[in-house]
T-cell receptor, first 113, second 114 residues
Framework: GESVGLHLPTLSVQEGDNSIINCAYS??????FIWYKQESGKGPQFIID?????DKRQGQRVTVLLNKTVKHLSLQIAATQPGDSAVYFC????????????FGTGTQLKVEL | KAGVTQTPRYLIKTRGQQVTLSCSPI?????VSWYQQTPGQGLQFLFE???????NKGNFPGRFSGRQFSNSRSEMNVSTLELGDSALYLC?????????????FGSGTQLSVL
């Protein structure tokens, strides 16, 4: 039968605007979360991470927010640039699972000039 | 410091054949993980190796196997290829594979099964 690909949510933003990418994670026992960026033809690139004992962490132009109550993670990108166009994945891990990441389905970010 | 290196970059095989993919981790990294990425299933964990031992395994059939050498380089093998094995296979490495260590990914091997 025909293979149906995952429908990636798409977020389109204007250059210079702030972007917010959301992710719902599945395991309430997860204690480590990461955001990755994947450009076409490349492997995922680490952006920022956060542990479950924190609810916010900031990097350069990026902020990750964690809401454990509703199992929600978000990535905020300030002053979005054309080079930010990519697919963004959240991933979760928990101490009992070893070094095994469970990835979300991804969000396609398109930056319009 | 060189990143994670995967070879070959592209592969075309036919059903029933087998294939071996190679991964060289970042120097000093001892944990190597493999992931399969497809449009239908997204990114899925295959297995992880540390000190030449498989330490963790995902939900894939036994046709998927791997190994790690004493220099931490890793190979994965897929036997009796099926059309559904067409995917981007990604390798990632970390220093020890502990939770909280950042996984650094290679660019992947794009496998097409005809």
């Amino acid at each position: 039968g025909e293979s149906v690909g995952l429908h990636l949510p798409t977020l389109s933003v204007q250059e210079g605007d702030n972007s917010i990418i959301n992710c719902a994670y599945s395991n309430s026992a997860s204690d480590y979360f990461i955001w990755y960026k994947q450009e076409s033809g490349k492997g995922p690139q680490f952006i920022i991470d956060i542990r479950s004992n924190m609810d916010k962490r900031q990097g350069q132009r990026v902020t990750v927010l964690l809401n454990k109550t509703v199992k929600h993670l978000s990535l905020q990108i300030a002053a979005t640039q054309p080079g930010d166009s990519a697919v963004y994945f959240c991933a979760e891990n928990w101490a009992g699972g070893g070094n095994k990441l469970t990835f979300g389905t991804g969000t396609q970010l398109k930056v319009e000039l | 410091k060189a990143g994670v290196t995967q070879t070959p970059r592209y592969l075309i095989k036919t059903r029933g054949q087998q294939v071996t993919l190679s991964c060289s981790p970042i120097s000093g990294h001892r944990s190597v993980s493999w992931y399969q990425q497809t449009p239908g299933q997204g990114l899925q964990f295959l297995f992880e190796y540390f000190s030449e031992t498989q330490r963790n395994k995902g939900n894939f059939p036994g046709r998927f196997s791997g190994r790690q050498f004493s220099n931490s380089r890793s190979e994965m093998n897929v036997s009796t290829l099926e059309l559904g094995d067409s995917a981007l296979y990604l390798c990632a490495s970390t220093p020890t594979g502990g939770v909280g260590e950042k996984l650094f990914f290679g660019s992947g091997t794009q496998l097409s099964v005809l």
